[in-house]
């Protein structure tokens, strides 16, 4: 059985992308090593984990280097994500037919990496967020890690086999964790990959203090094409009345500050990726997300498949 469920992972790459397949093997099999490894690539702390065959590590090493190395441009990078609001995220996890739509760059602004194909989109895979397991202080307890939700065989079923921090769970129970994530704080980010055939297969729910992509974003401003925002800005209205919750390490990539004259939250619009985590947590609900065409347009499932 378990030889099926690889060659369904070997058939999923298509033709011109079968040398990414043990890339993809790799990444799936041992998520939380290649988490690892790509981190100290890029020179953030890291923690001890369990030794592989040193022959698998050094294939795990030189596929973090070559996502590292592709990483400077849009055009070549293998690893990236598009911030998503609660609402597209929920879209994503709760479809009930297959989806396979190419969003043009307005939506996904890279060259490589950027098909939406989810097969079977029942199949969902919870496991332990990678960045956190890697992380030497992580904000969850070991307990509550589990919140990386892979879809769609046969990234699911192989990973369900073969990687033992990661198992089978259905829409409901995925709704139930994106909720959760929402209420911790945590940004929602759709991750498209070389090693999941140059497609999205991952939604993240992580934070600046963990997330190898935010620290990333955050520690070169911006300027590392790794993520695109989620099409929104958050905007402020007259009722806020300044209590300055949304600026108490809200924020994950700093957008927000209290103006000293109106004693105001005030958003900075070039920083903002529209995640909308100080929209939820705002008691006086004066913060809103707005679309923001210098931000690309949404991944709205609803809305590209009516133009698909």
């Known amino acids: 059985m378990q030889d099926e469920i690889t060659r369904r992972l070997y058939d999923a790459f298509p033709p011109e992308n079968k040398a990414d397949f043990w890339a993809g093997y790799l990444y799936l099999k041992y998520t939380e090593h290649f988490f690892n490894r790509a981190i100290e690539t890029m020179g953030l702390p890291t923690k001890d984990l369990p030794a592989l ?19 400077g441009s849009a055009e070549t990078s293998l ?3 598009k911030v998503l609001n609660f609402q597209d995220a929920l879209k994503l996890l709760t479809q009930k037919e297959d989806v396979n739509i190419s969003p043009p760059e307005r939506v996904i602004p890279f060259k490589i990496a950027r098909d939406i194909v989810i097969e079977n989109p029942g199949a969902i895979a919870l496991g332990m967020c990678p960045c956190r397991g890697a992380s030497p202080n992580p904000c969850l307890p070991p307990e509550q890690q589990e919140v990386c939700l892979f879809l769609g065989d046969p990234w699911v079923e192989f990973m369900d086999q073969h990687n033992a921090t ?14 959760f994530c929402r209420e911790k704080g945590f940004v929602h980010t759709a991750y498209f990959e070389h090693a999941a055939g140059n497609r ?3 939604i993240c729910n992580c934070c600046s203090c963990c997330c190898m992509g935010i620290r990333m974003w955050n520690l070169m401003e911006g300027t590392l ?5 989620s099409g929104y800005v958050a905007e402020v209205s007259d009722d806020c009345t300044g209590c300055g919750l949304c600026t108490e390490n809200i924020c994950h990539f700093y957008a927000i500050s209290m103006d000293e004259k109106s004693q105001k939250a005030t958003i ?3 920083k903002c990726m529209g995640c909308g985590v100080c929209e939820n947590v705002c008691p006086d609900k004066a ?3 707005r679309r923001e065409p210098s931000k690309g347009d949404p ?5 590209l498949k009516s133009k698909n």
């Open 53 to 71: 065959d040193p022959a698998i590590e050094q294939m795990i090493e030189a596929v973090a280097w070559q996502v590292a190395e592709n990483a």
């Open 79 to 81: 690893y990236h994500g």
């Open 166 to 179: 990661y198992h089978r769970i259905s829409q409901d129970e995925a709704v139930k964790v994106l909720e």
């Open 200 to 202: 999205l297969d991952v």
């Open 225 to 229: 094409p790794l993520l695109a925002p």
């Open 268 to 270: 900075n619009n070039e």
């Open 287 to 289: 913060i809103h997300l």
């Open 299 to 303: 991944l709205d499932l609803d809305e």
